[in-house]
């Protein structure tokens, strides 16, 4: 196992567990957040490893 593993992307909200209440903070919102985290995570990660971006670009 990896020591740096890929970060994975957070699994979207089943619409159903959203109140439809216009909540301030909706589960719509934190998916929104988690979402941006794991971007920047993925960044960082494909900094430390460049191939791993190199054969990703060379995926048809």
Known sequence: MSADPRPLPP??????????????????????DALARYDAQLAQWLTRHPDAAADADSMP
Do not use: H, K
């Open 11 to 32: 699994p979207p909200p089943d619409p159903a567990d959203c109140c439809g209440s216009g909540c301030v903070r909706c589960i719509f919102d934190l998916y929104d």
